[in-house]
């Protein structure tokens, strides 16, 4: 029997609002680094025909150009579409104790809410932050061999 290899897949994308006020900082070589959570939301109807929704809380992560980008664009509420991965970390509480979360790294980030932005001429134009505010993180590209960074040019 041939033997059996498991990919390496590890993709995710989810769609939420912000349930804080995102936390910016810089590591100590001044990397920018923003963390938030969203809520997304799940309806379903129950075994009685009635509407039902159910809230999955989900930290994420995001680094160097796109940690930037949501710096002005991100508030409580603000709604976004996260494409990413999953990661794990561990890290020691206040208390001593280790405590591991699980995260989505973004890769991706669409901003879904529309926000004002102001022209030259003084004037105030609403834009979809999803026409220009569409960043990728490609840090990971590094990575891919020459075969599968030609796939990934081919499928954009």
Known sequence: MAELKMPELNSVIVAGNLTKDPVF????????VVNFHIAANRRYKDSSNQWQEDVCYVGVVAWNKLADSCKDRLKKGSAVLID???????FKTEDGKNRTVVEIKAKRIQFLNKFNKTQGNGESDVIAESDEADYEDNTFDKFLTDEESNLMKEGK
């Open 25 to 32: 900082r810089q590591t100590s070589n001044n990397t920018p």
């Open 84 to 90: 990413g991965e999953l990661q794990s970390r561990t």
